[in-house]
Nanobody, 116 residues
Framework: QVRLVESGGGLVQAGGSLNLSCVAS????????MGWYRQAPGKEREYVAR???????MYADSAEGRFTISRDDAKRTVFLQMTSLKPEDTAVYYC??????????WGPGTQVTVSS
C-alpha cells in the first residue's frame, strides 16, 4: 500500500492563497496521472485537478483559472497552488492517483479553511 501524506493546509481569508504538497512513500508516478481531491463537510469527495506523467493538466470547473497542479517526480511530490480562494473551497484536500483514485491509498488529507 502506498502512503500519501498531504500538507500545507490552513486558515486563510477569502481571496488568499495556499500551496499544498503531497509526498508519496514510493514511486507511484508510473501511473497515468496524479490528482487532488477534496471533501467538504457533509459532501461527497470530489475531483479537483490532475497532472499526467507528461505534465498535462486538467481541472474541475471550480478550480479552473485559480488552482495550478504540478509534480516533481524526483521528490515523489505533487503540488497544488491555490489562489483567489473562496469560502466554498473549504474542505479536506487529498491526493491520489487519477483519474480513478485507489481506495486503499487515501492519506489523512490536509484541512483548508477559507473565511469570508
Amino acid at each position: 500500500q502506498v502512503r500519501l501524506v498531504e500538507s500545507g493546509g490552513g486558515l486563510v481569508q477569502a481571496g488568499g492563497s495556499l500551496n499544498l504538497s503531497c509526498v508519496a512513500s514510493e514511486n507511484i508516478f508510473s501511473t497515468p496521472a496524479m490528482g487532488w481531491y477534496r471533501q467538504a463537510p457533509g459532501k461527497e469527495r470530489e475531483y479537483v485537478a490532475r497532472v499526467s506523467w507528461e505534465g498535462q493538466t486538467m481541472y474541475a470547473d471550480s478550480a479552473e483559472g485559480r488552482f495550478t497542479i504540478s509534480r516533481d517526480d524526483a521528490k515523489r511530490t505533487v503540488f497544488l497552488q491555490m489562489t483567489s480562494l473562496k469560502p466554498e473551497d473549504t474542505a479536506v484536500y487529498y491526493c491520489n492517483v487519477a483519474p480513478v483514485p485507489a481506495a486503499a491509498d487515501w492519506g489523512p488529507g490536509t484541512q483548508v479553511t477559507v473565511s469570508s
